[in-house]
């Protein structure tokens, strides 16, 4: 199977001839690009779009597609979000100004052509995130404003917000995407455990889900699973763990003060960008 796509919204056919000032918002992940093209001043969605593949990596043929989309190429700012297994958090007031290398030393190697970045995803934390310099540059150069941020660190910032509304005392977030999904448990409203993996099979994030909670000493009864994400097995998914536990997802009724139209915009399915647009707007 080569690339795919599916287009959510598409309202270009009302834009004038003239079209307004447009800001962009792309998740890029191993295999797969979502992006949203949102109208700068009414924060209107224009248009939703996921590509993806199943049998291989983003490449150039990708980008190409990517970037033929005349809307976003003329975008006054592109925010792009990039999915990256290397990523940790640090807290905030112990972090180093100059040397971030050192954080990652025993968890992952970082090579010559990669380079950490950071986000703040609360006041107390921050997370530092490792991307390939030559994806930047090249990001770069074809976008007019290019504003980079962390996937993950944005879905955590995302939780945040709406960690306080929900019952439970035990929390798990799940965000699944083609090949890789993101589990972030939260007791009594504290971060306790996040992490990003790569899975084969649906019962690779059941094993995870499980082992978390079996680590983490929680009981059942006092657990919400909140599933998200856009995955070619997320049926597969919902089907594995409502064998062992309740599965809800989160909604737009689960956020305050929404500052940008989400009016038909799949939330449960591509809460990444979501998460995105909250954190940028």
Known sequence: MGLQHHIF??????????????????????NYIH??????????QLFVKTLY????NIGQDEFDSLLSDTLLRNASTVHLAIDTAKQLLIPTSLLSAHNHAIYFNHLYEIEKEEEIKT????????????????????????????????????????YFSVINQLKKSSVVFLHSAHDSFHISYFKNNELQYTQSFGYK???????????????????????????????????AIVDILTQYMEIDTLQSAHFANISFDIQHFPIPILFNQFSLISCVL
């Open 119 to 158: 986000q703040q995803v609360s006041q107390e934390i921050t997370e530092l995130y490792v991307v390939k310099k030559a994806s930047v540059s090249y990001l770069t150069n074809e976008f007019k404003q290019l504003k980079i941020y962390s996937h993950s660190a944005c879905l955590l910032h995302t």
């Open 35 to 44: 992006y949203n093209i949102l109208q700068q001043d009414t924060k209107e």
């Open 53 to 56: 593949t199943s049998d291989g």
């Open 201 to 235: 099979t649906p019962a690779d994030i059941l094993y995870c889900v499980l082992n978390t909670l079996q680590w983490q000493q929680a009981a059942m009864p006092d657990v919400a699973v909140y599933l998200t994400g856009f995955s070619l097995q997320q049926q």
């Open 9 to 30: 919204i598409d309202h270009t056919d009302l834009l004038p001839q003239v079209a307004p000032p447009v800001m962009a918002f792309i998740t890029l992940g191993k």
